[in-house]
């Protein structure tokens, strides 16, 4: 007679249902939060704590709000500025220290990933300190100085792991047929580095959108970004339009990403 089938689960069962049941948990500890956020930010209570009835009435107080359009404004300039910034800077230094061999190269990588272990609130003091030290004074300038800070050593790290499995052959070749060395670079290793570029870009302003400790020390009232005006109203307590604004840059998000694999669909 056939062996029959044991009607206790095997250890590779229990093992693939414990992750599966782990798994879900923990897609629903990350996203039930942001569904009821999106939810309760057409409620019309101003306590938004107990459902009372649909209305788009914060929608449209957040639309007519100055100083929030005011700061998301700002919040956009910094964070371009920064990106732009940050993506020159990261892939030059990144391709410096991978060409060029010379004293202190590795002290130097060191030292430009500091910004990216230091806690957030000594980098803004620091940074505060040493503006007032040569006189410049606080506004977007300062902003921008401090989000390049701790974001162009993320490009670089990013640009830097391409390089390592870049054929070095392509350079030698562009230069043996006649191109300089900063045309080869541009011509041939940036088109190379376009993945590693663009991911690194993305997270530099990603940070620079989401940073508020930094910026706290380093604004000025003209220049204060949407993190800080955010912040400054969930201090006083709960605000419906907050819920608005988060369901927006959810939105946002989400359409980001979705045309992003639209355009990786488009580039294979």
Known sequence: MPASRPLIPSGLTLLNWFLRGWTTLVF??????????????????????????????????????TPLIRAAKNSLIIATATTILSVVIGTAGAWLLHRYRFRFSRAIQTLVAIPMVMPEILLGISLLIMFVTIGLNLGFASVIIGHVTFSFPFVLVAVQARLQGLDSSLEEAALDLGATPLKAFWLVIVPSLRPAIIAGGLMAFTLSMDELIVTVFVKSAASATLPVKVFDMARVGLNPMLNALSAIFIVATVAFVLFSEYLKKLSR
């Open 28 to 65: 629903v500890f990350l996203y039930v939060p942001i569904a009821v956020l999106v939810v309760f930010s057409f409620n019309s209570s101003r306590l938004n704590i107990v459902w009372e009835s649909f209305t788009f009435s914060w929608y449209e107080r957040l639309a007519s709000n």
